[in-house]
């Protein structure tokens, strides 16, 4: 297994790094969900590396821009395992953290043929990533050449470290919010991107709606540039603050009757990702933005597998666009793309897409 050493020979290329939690998932399909003490066979199984930094950063290297990863690994088969398979995606380990008595995180991920739902039995490992795991040396050489930073709160203290020395640097920091967790303020504070489950913009805002809950987010964090909500199958939903200036005498517009408006005027029977954005305008509290509804593709059932990794690619393809500056309307249906091609294989990995996948080439053979 890769470690950290102050001998470590940092990248000057521009980077992705990612900070989090490695997971071994245990898949497999059913063709039904088993009723209580019910004894079923399976359809088919796979076991293989997740967690969502790990997931993310498979869907980076796979498209083909650099990355790596700062997490603490335990020394275990399952441990090596996830660390040799991130390497042969291309994923840079060389900054793990070697846990010698520790214990691997590890998923039972039972996927539902008849649903096409998922539900996921987690059990954690140890020990975490600390704060005292990161030296002044650790720090500067894994922040070395990186254009964004990707956490998501689950090893907080220390990833609110890492978020403090980037932010420093003027290192882009994006991140995912799932749901609430200690800790976590601290970090959508420093944060230039958010990416959040359906409800966490409501949770945590304690708005009336989730229009109402993803301004609330622009207003009480000046740095966040953008925040994107997650609605799985319905797509998603951004609101991005803008620097155009608009008509001092313009009134503010109501994000709710926007939102509203703007579901209206967008063509949900698309097979393929469609975006569509309002005009910049006031939105009170003295934000200046737009709203932008993206669907999702629409996959057939004979090819839809599982739905598992779905988000991870999703934030994947957004920090490759993000990094090679594509458009905001282009970034986000290119991200939809890539989280329907994750849906057609059992596992978070095993259907990322690569460059050369013909469904991403509009994409990639065009300037940003």
Not at 140 to 160: I, K, P, Q, T
Request: charged fraction near 20%.
């Amino acid at each position: 297994m890769s470690s950290f050493s102050d001998e470590t020979i940092p990248s000057h290329q521009p980077i992705v790094l990612g900070c989090g939690q490695l997971c071994l998932d245990y898949l497999v399909t059913v063709s039904s969900f088993p009723n209580p003490d019910q004894k079923i066979r399976c359809t088919s199984s796979k076991v293989q590396g997740g967690g969502n930094t790990g997931n993310s950063l498979t869907c980076v290297a796979r498209l083909g821009f650099p990355c790596r990863i700062l997490a603490k690994v335990a020394d275990d088969s399952q441990g090596r395992y996830m660390v040799e398979e991130l390497e042969s995606s291309g994923v840079d380990t060389s900054f793990c953290l070697n846990a010698k008595d520790g214990a691997s995180h590890f998923n039972y991920v039972i996927v539902d043929n008849q649903t096409n739902t998922r539900t996921c039995i987690y059990t954690p490992g140890y020990p975490p990533l600390l704060p005292d795991d990161l030296t002044e040396s650790l720090l500067l050489s894994v922040l070395d050449g990186v254009r964004v930073l990707y956490v998501n709160g689950r090893s907080r203290e220390a990833e609110l470290l890492l978020a403090q020395k980037a932010h420093s640097k003027n290192i882009s920091i994006l991140i995912n919010a799932e749901k609430r967790r200690a800790g976590l303020d601290e970090l959508l504070s420093l944060a230039d991107y958010a990416i959040c489950s359906t409800n966490f913009p409501q949770d945590w805002t304690e708005s009336p709606s989730s229009p109402s809950a993803l301004l609330s987010m622009l207003i009480r964090l000046p740095k966040l540039k953008f925040v994107i909500m997650t609605l799985g199958e319905h797509g998603c939903v951004m609101l991005e603050r803008c620097s155009d200036e608009v008509s001092g005498s313009e009134e503010e517009t109501d994000i709710d009757e926007l939102h509203e408006s703007l579901k209206q005027n967008t063509d949900y029977t698309s097979l393929l990702p469609v975006c569509n954005s309002s005009l910049v305008t006031r939105l009170g509290g003295n934000v200046t933005g737009r709203l932008v509804i993206v669907t999702a593709e629409k996959i057939p059932s004979s090819e839809l597998i599982d739905t598992t990794g779905a988000g991870d690619a999703f934030t994947g393809a957004l920090l490759y666009g993000l990094c090679t500056e594509m458009a905001t309307e282009k970034m986000l249906t290119f991200s939809s793309r890539v989280a329907a091609c994750c849906c057609r294989g059992l596992g978070a990995r095993t259907s990322l897409p690569f460059r050369t996948d013909p469904n991403l080439a509009t994409f990639l053979a065009t300037p940003p």
